[in-house]
């Protein structure tokens, strides 16, 4: 089997979705807040 198919089967299904999402901040220099990150990492911290 060659690489290329090997990395097509181990590829993450949410992958173009992060790609995109870092495509975006990287050209636009912007970063988004998530409050439910913000909240539940401080609650699962504690």
Do not use: H, I, Q
């Not at 299904?13 to 220099?29: I, V």
Request: with cysteine; glycine share 8%; net charge negative.
């Amino acid at each position: 089997m060659d690489e290329n198919k090997l990395r097509e089967l181990a590829r993450d299904p949410s992958e173009d979705y992060y790609l995109a999402a870092f495509k975006k901040l990287e050209d636009t220099g912007k970063n988004t807040w998530n409050w439910a990150a913000f909240g539940g990492g401080f609650l699962w911290f504690c």
